[in-house]
């Protein structure tokens, strides 16, 4: 006998979707901030004045983890390394930028950071939800190894 998936087991793909898009948003915004609109320039001027180590280098390597780990997020793929690597981007600016600052994200503070964090962990080992790059790789190959087997 076959049960029929509650309505939190139908609605957690989308849900998963619909967040992976969202956040993806926020990280392709902030990547490309800092490439088009701050510059690499002045993105490693600022790190350097916060003391983010080698701030030249870790201004091209943020802006490109923000700008591609969006987009990864949005395809949802490769989401447990691209999500561990924006979380830790994210720790990294609560210790330099936000962590002095408070909580409040009217004062600066770490409340929108570690919100981001906090999404990027839950969506980089949630599976992705529906229309995953992540997912469809997985499914072609447990088809390929299915029919290997037979």
């Known amino acids: 006998m076959h049960e029929q998936p509650t309505l939190i087991e139908r609605a957690q793909p ?4 619909l967040a992976r ?5 926020i990280f392709i915004a902030n990547g490309w901030e ?5 510059g690499i320039s002045g993105t490693a001027a600022f ?3 916060v003391g983010v180590p080698l701030p030249a280098v870790s201004a091209v ?38 962590g002095g600052k408070g909580f409040f994200i009217a004062d600066d503070g770490i409340e929108f950071v ?4 906090a ?19 997985r499914s072609r190959r447990a088809k390929a190894l299915e029919h290997q087997s037979r």
């Open 61 to 98: 390597a943020i802006a490109t983890l923000e700008l591609a780990g969006g987009v990864a997020l949005v395809l949802g793929l490769l989401l447990p390394v691209v999500g561990t690597l924006l979380t830790l981007d994210m720790l990294g600016a609560i210790v330099f930028v936000h």
């Open 34 to 38: 800092k490439f088009a609109m701050s």
């Open 47 to 49: 790190f350097e004045s």
């Open 119 to 137: 999404a990027s962990l839950a969506i980089a080992f949630s599976g992705g939800g529906a229309l995953a790059a992540d997912n469809l790789w």
């Open 21 to 25: 898009v969202g956040l993806g948003t």
């Open 14 to 17: 989308i849900a998963l979707l």
């Open 114 to 117: 570690l919100s981001l964090a």
